[in-house]
């Protein structure tokens, strides 16, 4: 079963924006904590000399950090093959099984063991519609693209062929029955709910990371506030702290950047 493109173009940019505001939020935490233990460092009263020196050397480990990971994705960004659309990479994958069906079957039949080809012969079967559905949705996308340009350039003739197109390729969906918006309707609003829910379930775990942050924040500060914890003043768990404070700095930063690496532009298909 598949689930249409707009379906998944919807539900993809609410999970990719989750996901942005996990890693925006996780990145800006970081280095909240960062200046955050500079700054206490600085209440407990120490010689200023003292606190400009961790202070200098805490922002010459940070910003050689971030030196370094902005050369390293620049050479990720110039070096980066061209990805090609999910459909191609998903047709190769079943290609790839494919053939191993095939070598699996060729060896069933030299040795004549008859159950082993019939579960063989069925799974090529599976596959072999699999590709076919795979097909059918690709050309489906790629129409739609080609229906929408044609009729911003103005060329109503051709936009109301490639609808023809797609209203074909579409019956021969419906015919199948591979996509979720085939089902009936209590059996498609079910399905839709659990797919959605599965997806945003994960996005919302991605969220966990940076509310834990928080939590630990405010747990921090509150126990800093309170004269109970006094060991918290201490100019050695303090240092202690910046260093780890800094140390999660320069991973957010490194998850930043390999979170909003550029991407080289996507292939489209052709011989619709």
Not at 17 to 36: D, K, N, P, R, T
Not at 46 to 63: N, Q, T
Request: hydrophobic share 45%; glycine share 10%; aromatic share 12%.
């Amino acid at each position: 079963m598949s689930a249409p493109y707009g379906y998944f173009h919807i539900v993809g940019k609410i999970y990719e924006f989750l996901v942005h505001l996990a890693v925006v939020l996780g990145g800006m935490i970081s280095l909240f904590w960062l200046a955050g233990s500079l700054f206490l460092y600085g209440q407990l009263g120490r010689s200023a000399w003292e606190w400009a020196i961790l202070v200098a050397v805490s922002l010459f480990g940070f910003f050689w950090f971030c030196d370094r990971e902005f050369k390293k994705r620049k050479l990720r960004a110039a070096g980066k093959p061209a990805d090609d659309d999910k459909w191609g990479e998903g047709r190769e994958e079943l290609e790839v099984h494919l053939a191993e069906i095939e070598g699996e079957l060729s060896e069933a039949r030299q040795k004549g063991t008859k159950g082993m080809i019939e579960k063989l012969e069925e799974g090529r079967e599976d596959v072999l519609s699999q590709l076919e559905g795979l097909e059918l949705e690709g050309k489906i996308e790629e129409l739609h693209k080609l229906r929408d340009e044609a009729g911003a350039a103005g060329r109503g003739n051709d936009a109301r062929e490639y609808s023809k197109k797609v209203d074909k390729h579409n019956t021969q969906l419906k015919e199948r029955g591979d996509r979720l918006e085939d089902l009936a309707p209590v059996a498609r609003t079910f399905a839709y709910g659990m797919l959605t829910s599965l997806i945003l379930c994960l996005a919302f775990i991605f969220l966990l990371a940076p509310l834990f942050m928080l939590l630990f924040t405010g747990l921090f500060w509150e126990a800093w506030a309170s004269d109970s914890e006094w060991w918290l003043r201490a100019p050695g768990v303090m240092t202690a702290l910046i260093a780890v404070s800094l140390i999660l700095a320069c991973v957010g930063v490194r998850v930043v950047s390999w979170h909003f690496s550029p991407e080289t532009p996507k292939t489209g298909k052709e011989n619709l």
